[in-house]
């Protein structure tokens, strides 16, 4: 049951619901289950929440809404405020008009954002009413992220320059030099030629400080690092800080050198004052990665999160603490084998909370900085955002069945936390599947977990096809939590059963599970996908078993070739989208070989056999079951090319197949009308292949 006590917040909200219906989908298998089932149309139309800040008062709350207008080809952001105490409604903020977005409070009580409203992204200023706003940097470059310094009367900002020029204005006009060039070839003497979905141009993600009432000029204060701040393609300002005193400003990167694209040997890195004249590197001894610092209340202590492994991006994030004095080292909680996602801390300096994955969850922990005792904070469901408040904290959260909301929990109460927002009614008269964790013995007799999830309208007694889920990453999770590409219920939603394995390799369940992985993708998950779903047949009864399909992207996808190859039998058709076809070929195509130097034991010409070992195109000729292969041309971490060999070996065998290329996509399908075509495609295939049994 979704909450409803703030259904009257509809009304503030109309205006990001009021938009175009999205074409239906197509017939599901029952019709008469799926008539108000949660379906994909009703995900793609669905609010989205997200970035909650909390005002230093501890009185209001901003965080984004997001709509989708299909007809417009764009989502649409605004700004919301919320008063925390309970009586009133959540209001749009009028700045939200000209576009607005990353909202931070300064200390000095006002608001901050950034906009487009002038011809660029720059920083501008308002108030809690948000009713006007006024600039505050006026830089000939795009603001792409900031950062207040503790009396808010600097902000650091990440700019995109050419790192050899010496000031601004070179940058800008080597820019419009390069747009005005007639030729179009590029030349490039190092990696990375390009990256997730962008070609290098030249420019690097660099640091300046500014003065908040406009005066002075900007300081280039990363001026003469080789690297990016905050770090390509998703950093953001959790990656540089301000020192407490606002006298300096310490930022991970990593050096880029000709070693970038096999390195994640990523540092702190403090400068030398705000002048631009140098930095030093606080993390030098350790060649793993190391990021997000966090000063104590006091200032003397900077917290951050560490790696070990240098070249493993999925190693544990341990928290450490750095004496700013000293600079000694120690890390908390160094037993506890989960990995940190988040770091901040409490009012008193002793306390961290951390948000990290756990057993299909991710939940909010506290760790006592003084004896590392952690306690878990929220129960079941996917946090994803926590901001903390005067008596305890504000935070995001989804899970199977709701997309994010807001909640309040006080520091040591032992109520359940209060939704405080509904950004999406109308899902509430919507029919969700019934979702239930269990466990079997998977690969060396192992505990291994998985969710199986009943058809919305479930009827006693009756079977479902099968919709087998097979996460990516390799190192990921599909757990209790929401999703706008790969949504478990809207299978559900379609008159589908789902079954989802968090096999080994999966996050949440310690790091040495997670390890398991790294050089073994194709028997020891496997292993476990085949028990997993011998276990949740045996159990689950209106499963039928012999009208099923699996699906995958990334490693989910690698995985669907494996399967074509390896265990075809059990399904009537596959879904493969952006998947590895030749591992050998990712070796020397994919753009961050550290991911494939690791997972393979070491590069393509030093371990040939680390990546022919499992292999799917060495299986081809065991290929048989139709499939259906969904590639985005933008996608640089899988080429198109594994794509379409994937199409082409199917296409030459004779099998039945589909090809679906997005020209305009990267590694994700993310344009509101690519999505639905995305979905109306994949279900078409299912409902092709797959049957009901009445």
Same mark, same amino acid.
């Given at each position: 049951?979704?909450?409803?006590?703030?259904?009257? #917040?509809?009304?503030?909200?109309?205006?990001l619901?009021?938009?175009?219906?999205?074409?239906? %989908?197509?017939?599901?298998?029952?019709?008469?289950?799926?008539e108000?089932?949660f379906t994909?149309?009703?995900?793609?139309?669905?609010?989205?929440?997200?970035?909650?800040?909390?005002?230093?008062?501890?009185?209001?709350?901003? /965080?984004?809404?997001?709509?989708?207008?299909?007809?417009?080809?764009?989502?649409?952001?605004?700004?919301?405020?919320?008063n925390?105490?309970?009586?009133s409604?959540?209001?749009?903020? #009028?700045?939200?008009?000209d576009?607005a977005?990353?909202a931070?409070?300064?200390?000095?009580?006002?608001?901050?954002?950034?906009?487009?409203?002038?011809?660029s992204? *720059?920083?501008?200023?308002?108030?809690?009413?948000?009713?006007t706003?006024?600039?505050?940097?006026?830089?000939?470059?795009?603001?792409?992220? /900031?950062?207040?310094?503790?009396?808010?009367?600097?902000?650091?900002?990440?700019?995109?320059?050419?790192?050899?020029?010496?000031?601004?204005?070179?940058?800008?006009?080597?820019?419009?030099?390069?747009?005005?060039?007639?030729?179009?070839?590029?030349?490039?003497?190092?990696?990375?030629?390009?990256?997730?979905?962008?070609?290098? $141009?030249?420019?690097?993600?660099?640091?300046?400080?500014?003065?908040?009432?406009?005066?002075?000029? @900007?300081?280039?204060?990363?001026?003469?690092?080789?690297?990016?701040?905050?770090?390509?393609?998703?950093?953001?300002?959790?990656?540089?800080?301000?020192?407490?005193?606002?006298?300096a400003?310490?930022?991970?990167?990593?050096?880029?050198? *000709?070693?970038?694209?096999?390195s994640?040997?990523?540092?702190?890195?403090?400068?030398?004052?705000?002048?631009?004249?140098?930095?030093?590197?606080?993390?030098?001894?350790?060649?793993?990665?190391?990021? !997000?610092?966090v000063?104590s209340?006091?200032?003397?202590?900077?917290?951050?999160?560490?790696?070990?492994?240098?070249?493993?991006?999925?190693?544990?994030?341990?928290?450490?603490?750095?004496?700013?004095?000293?600079?000694?080292k120690?890390?908390?909680?160094?037993?506890?084998?989960?990995?940190?996602?988040?770091?901040?801390?409490?009012?008193?300096?002793?306390?961290?909370?951390?948000?990290?994955? +756990?057993?299909?969850?991710?939940?909010?922990?506290?760790?006592?900085?003084?004896?590392?005792?952690?306690?878990?904070?929220?129960?079941?469901?996917?946090?994803?955002?926590?901001?903390?408040?005067?008596?305890?904290?504000?935070?995001?959260? +989804?899970?199977?069945?709701?997309?994010?909301?807001?909640?309040?929990?006080?520091?040591?109460?032992?109520?359940?936390?209060?939704?405080?927002?509904?950004?999406?009614?109308?899902l509430?008269?919507r029919?969700?599947?019934?979702?239930?964790?269990?466990?079997?013995?998977?690969?060396?007799?192992?505990?291994?977990?998985?969710?199986?999830?009943?058809?919305?309208?479930?009827?006693?007694?009756?079977?479902?096809?099968?919709a087998?889920?097979?996460?990516?990453?390799?190192?990921?999770?599909?757990?209790?939590?929401?999703?706008?590409?790969?949504?478990?219920?809207?299978?559900?939603?379609?008159?589908?059963?789902?079954v989802?394995?968090?096999?080994?390799?999966?996050?949440?369940?310690?790091?040495g599970?997670?390890?398991?992985?790294?050089?073994?993708?194709?028997?020891?998950?496997?292993?476990?996908?085949?028990?997993?779903? #011998?276990? %949740?047949?045996?159990?689950?009864?209106?499963?039928? !078993? $012999?009208?099923a399909?699996?699906?995958?992207a990334?490693?989910?996808?690698?995985?669907?070739?494996?399967?074509?190859?390896?265990?075809?039998?059990?399904?009537?058709?596959?879904?493969?989208h952006?998947?590895?076809?030749?591992?050998?070929?990712?070796?020397?195509?994919?753009?961050? =070989?550290?991911?494939t130097?690791w997972?393979y034991?070491?590069?393509? /010409?030093?371990?040939?056999?680390? /990546?022919?070992?499992?292999?799917?195109?060495?299986?081809?000729?065991?290929?048989?079951?139709?499939?259906?292969?969904? *590639?985005?041309?933008?996608?640089?971490?899988?080429?198109?090319?594994?794509?379409?060999?994937?199409?082409?070996? =199917?296409?030459?065998?004779?099998?039945?197949?589909?090809?679906?290329?997005? @020209?305009?996509?990267?590694?994700?399908?993310?344009?509101?009308?690519?999505?639905?075509?995305?979905?109306?495609?994949?279900f078409?295939?299912?409902? *092709?292949?797959?049957?009901?049994?009445?």
């Amino acid at each position: 049951m979704r909450h409803r006590s703030l259904l009257s #917040a509809c009304a503030a909200l109309a205006m990001l619901t009021a938009l175009p219906a999205l074409a239906e %989908a197509p017939a599901a298998p029952t019709a008469q289950a799926a008539e108000r089932a949660f379906t994909y149309t009703d995900m793609l139309n669905a609010n989205r929440l997200s970035d909650p800040r909390v005002s230093p008062d501890g009185r209001h709350v901003v /965080y984004n809404v997001r709509a989708t207008d299909m007809e417009a080809y764009r989502g649409v952001s605004s700004l919301m405020i919320q008063n925390l105490d309970g009586e009133s409604e959540p209001r749009r903020l #009028a700045i939200s008009d000209d576009g607005a977005n990353t909202a931070r409070w300064g200390s000095d009580g006002g608001l901050y954002f950034l906009s487009g409203r002038s011809g660029s992204s *720059q920083v501008w200023k308002t108030d809690s009413t948000g009713a006007t706003a006024t600039q505050v940097t006026d830089l000939p470059l795009d603001v792409n992220a /900031y950062r207040l310094s503790p009396d808010a009367s600097k902000v650091v900002v990440s700019l995109a320059v050419y790192p050899t020029c010496d000031d601004l204005a070179c940058s800008v006009a080597r820019g419009t030099e390069a747009a005005a060039r007639k030729s179009t070839g590029q030349v490039y003497d190092r990696m990375f030629v390009r990256h997730w979905d962008t070609w290098a $141009d030249g420019t690097q993600n660099h640091l300046f400080v500014v003065n908040a009432d406009g005066s002075g000029d @900007p300081v280039w204060v990363t001026h003469g690092f080789d690297g990016d701040t905050p770090s390509k393609p998703f950093g953001d300002e959790g990656e540089f800080t301000f020192t407490p005193q606002g006298d300096a400003v310490v930022f991970s990167a990593r050096v880029a050198g *000709q070693t970038e694209p096999w390195s994640t040997n990523f540092d702190l890195f403090r400068t030398n004052g705000l002048t631009g004249e140098g930095f030093t590197n606080l993390t030098d001894g350790n060649d793993a990665w190391d990021t !997000g610092p966090v000063f104590s209340p006091d200032g003397r202590t900077l917290a951050y999160r560490a790696m070990a492994r240098p070249g493993f991006e999925a190693d544990r994030w341990q928290v450490t603490l750095m004496d700013v004095a000293t600079g000694a080292k120690r890390q908390v909680a160094a037993n506890w084998d989960r990995s940190a996602d988040s770091l901040q801390w409490s009012a008193d300096g002793r306390t961290l909370y951390v948000v990290a994955g +756990d057993v299909g969850q991710t939940r909010l922990f506290s760790i006592d900085v003084a004896n590392g005792a952690v306690v878990p904070i929220t129960g079941p469901g996917h946090v994803s955002a926590v901001e903390l408040t005067p008596s305890g904290f504000v935070f995001a959260q +989804d899970s199977l069945t709701s997309p994010s909301e807001l909640y309040v929990k006080t520091f040591r109460g032992r109520e359940m936390p209060r939704q405080i927002t509904d950004v999406n009614p109308e899902l509430d008269n919507r029919l969700f599947g019934e979702a239930e964790q269990f466990s079997f013995e998977g690969w060396n007799d192992e505990t291994v977990h998985g969710y199986v999830i009943k058809p919305a309208g479930y009827v006693e007694g009756r079977k479902y096809p099968v919709a087998f889920l097979i996460h990516g990453g390799p190192q990921g999770s599909f757990g209790n939590s929401w999703s706008y590409r790969w949504n478990p219920e809207s299978y559900a939603g379609a008159g589908y059963a789902v079954v989802m394995i968090d096999f080994h390799g999966s996050t949440g369940y310690g790091q040495g599970f997670t390890d398991s992985i790294s050089e073994h993708w194709g028997d020891r998950p496997l292993e476990d996908l085949q028990k997993g779903w #011998a276990a %949740a047949q045996e159990r689950y009864s209106f499963l039928d !078993g $012999d009208n099923a399909c699996a699906l995958g992207a990334s490693y989910g996808g690698y995985m669907i070739n494996w399967i074509a190859g390896r265990w075809s039998d059990d399904f009537k058709c596959l879904v493969n989208h952006d998947g590895v076809f030749d591992v050998r070929g990712m070796g020397y195509a994919s753009e961050e =070989l550290w991911f494939t130097e690791w997972e393979y034991g070491s590069t393509v /010409y030093d371990n040939p056999e680390g /990546y022919e070992r499992f292999n799917p195109v060495n299986h081809v000729s065991e290929w048989k079951t139709p499939m259906l292969v969904v *590639q985005g041309d933008r996608d640089y971490r899988i080429p198109t090319a594994q794509g379409l060999s994937t199409f082409t070996a =199917l296409q030459r065998r004779g099998i039945e197949s589909r090809l679906i290329v997005f @020209p305009d996509e990267n590694h994700w399908v993310l344009k509101p009308q690519n999505s639905l075509q995305w979905h109306n495609e994949v279900f078409r295939w299912l409902d *092709q292949h797959l049957q009901p049994q009445d």
